[in-house]
T-cell receptor, first 113, second 116 residues
Framework: KAGVTQTPRYLIKTRGQQVTLSCSPI?????VSWYQQTPGQGLQFLFE???????NKGNFPGRFSGRQFSNSRSEMNVSTLELGDSALYLC????????????FGEGSRLTVL | ELKVEQNPLFLSMQEGKNYTIYCNYS?????LYWYRQDPGKSLESLFV?????AVKQEGRLMASLDTKARLSTLHITAAVHDLSATYFC????????????????FGDGTTLTVKP
């Protein structure tokens, strides 16, 4: 059974640019959550999507957005990048909405210069 | 707002020794998870604890949950080098508490280093 797939794995952007990250969940999982991981802030919840609807959102500015498609694949977008957005962005899928055991992808490591 | 606190944050121990990592959380929940993260890697689920008094064991690791004390422990028995990693606990608050509805909140992680 294929795991959670995230693309791209690494990317470098400059301030002011935007970025789109993609996540394909485990087959049959309808919930996709996104987390930002940084050395200083740890793992911070960004948002969760279930059945193409955002079900919960963390305390991040509106520059961070996401969506989910009918096949449960999800994308997150960060606009007007800032240096502080440099982080590992982790996608996790689960069977149930609102938490549960999470299965993480390898992450997308974003560096903003 | 839900707070999840782990201690210690850093743990260096000798092979063969025992130790316990603690995870305290600030609101009612009966769903707690432990994850492992190796350097440069993603998180891997270790244990799922879904009720008060739940105990799970896998190899040299044993996790338990006391929902009344809002405390989970991860006990390491006779540590080996392969256990070196960062361990996270995560707490679900579900929809009973609308402030934290429907997400897992993670502790800061405990970085374990096992030395020969």
């Amino acid at each position: 059974k294929a795991g959670v797939t995230q693309t791209p794995r690494y990317l470098i952007k400059t301030r002011g640019q935007q970025v789109t990250l993609s996540c394909s969940p485990i087959s049959g999982h309808r919930s996709v959550s996104w987390y930002q991981q940084t050395p200083g802030q740890g793992l911070q919840f960004l948002f969760e999507y279930f059945s193409e609807t955002q079900r919960n959102k963390g305390n991040f500015p509106g520059r961070f957005s996401g969506r989910q498609f009918s096949n449960s694949r999800s994308e997150m977008n960060v606009s007007t990048l800032e240096l502080g957005d440099s982080a590992l962005y982790l996608c996790a899928s689960s069977l149930k909405q609102g938490g549960g055991e999470l299965f993480f992808g390898e992450g997308s490591r974003l560096t903003v210069l | 707002e839900l707070k999840v606190e782990q201690n210690p944050l850093f743990l260096s121990m000798q092979e063969g020794k025992n130790y316990t990592i603690y995870c305290n959380y600030s609101t009612t929940s009966d769903r707690l998870y432990w994850y492992r993260q190796d350097p440069g890697k993603s998180l891997e689920s270790l244990f799922v604890l879904l009720s008060n008094g739940a105990v799970k064991q896998e190899g040299r690791l044993m996790a338990s949950l006391d929902t009344k004390a809002r405390l989970s422990t991860l006990h390491i028995t006779a540590a080996v080098h392969d256990l070196s990693a960062t361990y996270f606990c995560a707490v679900d608050t579900g929809r009973r508490n609308n402030t934290n509805a429907g997400k897992s909140t993670f502790g800061d992680g405990t970085t374990l280093t096992v030395k020969p």
